[in-house]
């Protein structure tokens, strides 16, 4: 009798389901939603949402990147100093970092739906009031605004792991990286023709508007089937697994769906319940360490570019000492980008996929933690590669293969996590490590920006140790999620 719930509990992960399916009638099957998943398997319905959810990561990337091509020209309009540009970065994530933790809680309550189209809304509006701000002051906290709603957005990635199967999940979710990718490649073409005809604020609100149409889209996919059981509402999660078996020409299993309610949801302190205490802190550094690596290799491109850093490049020529133009004695560096560095920006980031065929096969066959750990390894060596005195094809390969790896490094750890955290608590554990991951992408642009004018050495060296520490904490992760079943309860 002893071996019977150890195996339901070793395949489910729930002592609960083991009860649930034993107080059923005599002869009467169940089955949870996680068999469900598993036998109507991938489909029409998995495309759909792979197209709908994944485009979220094209908005997403959109306003985030959009600093990065915007700061230059706020520079000089507003004669800002190089702490007050790295600043409106820092509040973009600022605002990212306080609702990423407030719509975890919210979607684990409420769903992850409606959490999603609440955040597009928001994100959206305050985009396009940015394209108005009047000063330097309404810009910043504006931005920091649109950072709040961007990190809803996170919602889209936990609709999509909770509708996959379990084989599918290492193989699908990474792929996502090509929107994100799409995005960032989407502005930076933007840039180059929008900001020096019609100016940046007319690029803010071009930018809004994939995210406005996708809007329109969330109509066809469904609240997440796992989140409507845990609340009780089993004629919506059996409507919903319905429906995807339908659009997929799959039967359903037979029988009754029945799961145990959970009632005790979104909590915090479920997060350093003994059994996740550990994997939680270190998630957390290692989500803290990725962002500030990621911001960290957009940023200091952008500064290279902005500054002409490059080993061996042509100083620019000194200012007479009777030059008392505006733009000599401003306390800031005045510099738009030309085609040239447009044109870099779009190679470096093409990057983000270039090993994307590589990362999918470390994370379904060496795991999660292990391929974490090689690519954030290598994440910090290159940060030191930076040091070497080379040409500008040297400088754009490096660059290349750093944002191939922190590309790389985010799509592990996204998936880790989703996997990792049970239903009742999955949206509130992906946002709180998005909340830490944001207080390494505030400090990013002080060492990209400030940092690195001061002492290019240091900056590298900083990030390069960050890297390794993540490395350490990725490879000693107490869990390993390749070919686990999504928890539902702790």
């Not at 994100?123 to 950072?147: C, D, K, N, Q």
Request: proline share 4%; hydrophobic share 50%.
């Amino acid at each position: 009798m002893a071996t019977a719930p150890k195996e339901a509990e070793n395949t489910i992960g729930l002592e609960e389901i083991h009860m649930e399916r034993q107080e059923s009638p005599k002869g009467q099957k169940t089955f949870t939603v996680e068999e469900a998943v598993e036998t109507i398997g991938f489909g029409k319905f998995h495309i759909l949402l792979f197209l709908i959810m994944g485009s979220t990561g094209v908005a997403e990337a959109m306003e985030i990147m959009l600093i990065a091509v915007v700061s230059p020209f706020i520079r000089c309009e507003w004669q800002l100093q190089d702490w007050q540009v790295a600043l409106v970065t820092t509040m973009v994530f600022f605002g990212y970092m306080v609702f990423s933790i407030v719509l975890g809680l919210l979607a684990d309550r409420y769903g992850r739906w409606k959490i999603l189209l609440l955040s597009f809304l928001w994100a959206a509006y305050f985009s396009l009031l940015t394209s108005f701000a009047p000063s330097y002051i309404w810009f910043v906290f504006l931005r920091a605004m649109v950072g709040g709603g961007v990190s809803g957005h996170a919602q889209g990635l936990i609709i999509k792991t909770e509708f996959l199967p379990t084989k599918y999940r290492g193989y699908m979710l990474p792929l996502s990286q090509v929107f994100w990718l799409a995005g960032s490649l989407l502005i930076i073409g933007l840039a180059s023709v929008v900001n020096p005809t019609i100016g940046w604020r007319w690029l803010i609100r071009i930018a809004s508007i994939p995210g406005i149409l996708l809007i329109l889209l969330f109509k066809f996919i469904p609240e997440s089937a796992r989140y409507n059981i845990s609340t009780g509402n089993v004629t919506a999660a059996m409507a919903t697994l319905r429906g995807i078996a339908v659009m997929n020409g799959a039967a359903m299993p037979e029988g009754m769906l029945r799961e145990p309610t959970q009632d005790r949801r979104g909590r915090f302190k479920d997060l350093i319940h003994p059994k996740y205490l550990r994997t939680t802190l270190q998630i957390w550094i290692i989500w803290l360490g990725i962002a500030f690596a990621y911001y960290g290799v957009i940023l200091a491109s952008a500064e290279l570019l902005e500054r002409d850093l490059v080993c061996g490049s042509t100083a620019p020529p000194v200012q007479g000492a009777g030059d008392d133009s505006e733009e000599s004695l401003s306390p800031c560096h005045c510099h738009l980008f030309g085609p040239a560095a447009y044109q870099t920006m779009i190679i470096s980031t093409a990057g983000e996929i270039a090993l994307n065929p590589l990362n999918i096969l470390g994370i379904n066959f060496l795991g999660r933690r292990l391929s974490l750990c090689i690519t954030m390894g290598c994440t910090a060596l290159f940060f030191l590669l930076l040091n070497i005195c080379t040409s500008s094809i040297g400088m754009i390969g490096f660059l290349f293969m750093l944002r191939a790896l922190v590309s790389a490094n985010f799509n592990t750890i996204y998936i880790y996590t989703a996997e990792v955290y049970p239903t009742t608590m999955r949206a509130l554990g992906m946002g709180t490590s998005g909340s830490l991951c944001r207080v390494g992408a505030m400090v990013a642009p002080f060492i990209s920006q400030v940092l690195m004018s001061a002492s290019f050495i240091g900056a590298l060296c900083l990030f390069s140790s960050v890297c390794v520490i993540c490395a350490i904490s990725a490879v000693t992760l107490p869990i390993e999620t390749k070919g686990r079943a999504l928890q539902v309860c702790i």
